[in-house]
């Protein structure tokens, strides 16, 4: 098995479930006593955020970028950016490694052609509804992707850095959320993309209104796909 390098705590919520889901498939394929060959090196998401809400991307990929070289130095043969949104430096964070950085969107891509789905909906941080990073690499493949209207896109960014990432889980929010995906599937979204590691914590095939991809799960799945295969 290769190790496999999970560049982390953005925000520390949803790396400990990338480490939960990577143990637990291992264990599912390997059986026995099998768990993941890993390495984690996590990061002060408080200094990710100031970086994000002041536009210093560039800054932000060096940061990453420094971290995953670390990995790789701590014996990584891949990585992961284990958040969605922080795929925004992602490359610059691969050019700072000798080693493959495993796209978040690429598995999440591989999943819904599966599934024959077309049009998705999908739902993360404001900068991954709204900036082009995260759309750009679906819709180069084809995929039709709808995010929620702006007023719904500020309730889902909130909720997101207000309570999830602080291990917040409220029945309200999940209330709203399976509202606005509600309204993309009128609008004809087949199913909805959790873009951020943190919707799974709320959000999941049994509350959602539309078939999920969580990205956490594929993401984790992906990496087990390639440190088994290579």
Known sequence: MKVIGLLGGMSWESTLYYYQQLNREVRERLGGLHSAECVLR???FADIEELQASGSWDEAGKYLGQRARQLELAGADC?????????RVYSAVQESVDIPVLHIADGTGDALERSGIDKVALLGTRYTMEQAFYRDRL???GFEVLVPEPEERARVHKIIYHELCLGQVLDSSRE????IIESLAERGAQAVILGCTEIGLLIDEHTSPLPVFDTTLIHAQSALDWALRT
Do not use: K
């Open 42 to 44: 996590s990061v002060d």
């Open 176 to 179: 709203t959320y399976v509202r």
């Open 139 to 141: 819709t180069r493949r």
């Open 79 to 87: 990585v992961l950016i284990c958040t969605n949104t922080m795929h």
